[in-house]
């Protein structure tokens, strides 16, 4: 079973408006943490916010924010304001258990078009 | 601000040719991961490392094989190249549970 699911392979969106990205996850683990990555068509993976299981107010990055739904096992990516350069893969990935395992599964990705 | 390199960029390559992928970084990371990605797809994890002498398979896999004889230095080595080696190769790094992975720029592999 997939663990991140990105159902939108697609998504289009005109500039300066919001947008939202889909991400859920499975697991049963009590500690995981979750992270959205931008990829640009140059392919380098950009780091962009995290959310840990235990944090109890949705994390923020400027532009950027991250809608956890704990109980619905969601973590969707807002991006406001959208910009031209905002177009990319963007991939959702989360990280379980705790202490020195450390592995990062990623979603299937989202490819973000912004229309000017 | 590079501070985990991968070299080459882009490689060309003839079948059954033994190639090293590098990667490096300067952060004095412990935990290294080599992952897989196919053009617009997701990536999937080959190799990783939680320190020096230490070596796991991933969740994909692989006929490459890895080394970690330094702590900045996790090479990445296809014996003998195939077509269906053809992919990016994406090397990252990271240092405690809630930072993120830091990726090198990835190398980009064409088995002809």
């Known amino acids: 079973a997939q663990k991140i699911t990105q159902t939108q392979p697609g998504m289009f969106v005109q500039e300066k408006e919001a947008v939202t990205l889909d991400c859920t996850y499975d697991t049963s683990d009590q500690s995981y943490g979750l992270f959205w990555y931008k990829q640009p068509s140059s392919g380098e993976m950009i780091f962009l916010i995290y959310q840990g299981s235990y944090d109890e107010q949705n994390a923020t990055e400027g532009r950027y924010s991250l809608n956890f739904q704990k109980a619905r096992k969601s973590a969707n990516l807002v991006i406001s304001a959208s910009q031209l350069g905002d177009s990319a893969m963007y991939f959702c990935a989360m990280r379980e258990g705790q202490g020195s395992n450390y592995k990062l599964t990623f979603g299937k990705g989202t490819l973000l078009t912004v229309n000017p | 601000e590079a501070d985990i390199y991968q070299t080459p960029r882009y490689l060309v390559i003839g079948t059954g040719k033994k190639i090293t992928l590098e990667c490096s970084q300067t952060m004095g990371h412990d935990k290294m991961y080599w992952y897989q990605q196919d053009p617009g797809m997701e990536l999937h994890l080959i190799h990783y490392?939680?320190?020096?002498?230490?070596?796991e398979k991933g969740d994909l896999s692989s006929e490459s094989t890895v080394s970690r004889i330094r702590t900045e230095h996790f090479p990445l080595t296809l014996e003998s190249a195939r077509p269906s080696h053809t992919s990016q190769y994406l090397c990252a790094s990271t240092q405690i549970g809630n930072s993120p992975l830091h990726f090198g720029n990835g190398t980009r592999l064409t088995v002809t």
């Open positions: 490392s939680y320190g020096v002498n230490s070596t």
